[in-house]
C-alpha cells in the first residue's frame, strides 16, 4: 500500500512540475504541487499522536468523523490530486487525438 501511495505522490509531483516548465494549466498545478508537499508532512504529524493498534487510515477517518481540521485537509487534497490527474490526463489525450 504505501509503494503505491509513495508512487502516487511522486509521479502527482513531477507532473505537476512537468505542467509548470511547459506552462500548462499553471495555477492548478502549482496547487497541485502545494498539496503534493504538505499533505503527507501534516498527515505524518498528526499521526505520530494516534492510539496503539491504529492504523494510519483508522486514525484519518476517525479525525474526519470529528471534524478535525488537518483530516479534512488531507482528504480535500487528495480528492483534489485525483480530480487534477483527470483533468491532466484528458487534456494530455485531446492533444493527442486533435491533428
Known amino acids: ?7 502516487f505522490i511522486l509521479a502527482t ?8 516548465i511547459r506552462k500548462k494549466n499553471i495555477v492548478l498545478s ?9 499533505i503527507p ?3 505524518i504529524i498528526n ?4 492510539e496503539k493498534g491504529v492504523d494510519e487510515f483508522e486514525h484519518l477517518i ?13 482528504v480535500t487534497g487528495f480528492f ?3 480530480v487534477w490527474w483527470a483533468i491532466f ?4 489525450k485531446k492533444k493527442e487525438v486533435s491533428y
Open 1 to 7: 500500500m504505501w509503494i503505491i501511495y509513495y508512487t
Open 47 to 50: 499521526s505520530i499522536g494516534r
Open 30 to 38: 502549482i496547487i497541485s504541487a502545494v498539496l503534493t508537499i504538505t
Open 62 to 74: 476517525a479525525h474526519l468523523q470529528q471534524g478535525s481540521p488537518w483530516s479534512i485537509y488531507a
Open 89 to 92: 490526463l484528458i487534456k494530455r
Open 13 to 20: 509531483l513531477g507532473a505537476s512540475i512537468l505542467s509548470i
Open 80 to 82: 483534489y490530486l485525483v
Open 41 to 43: 508532512l501534516i498527515s
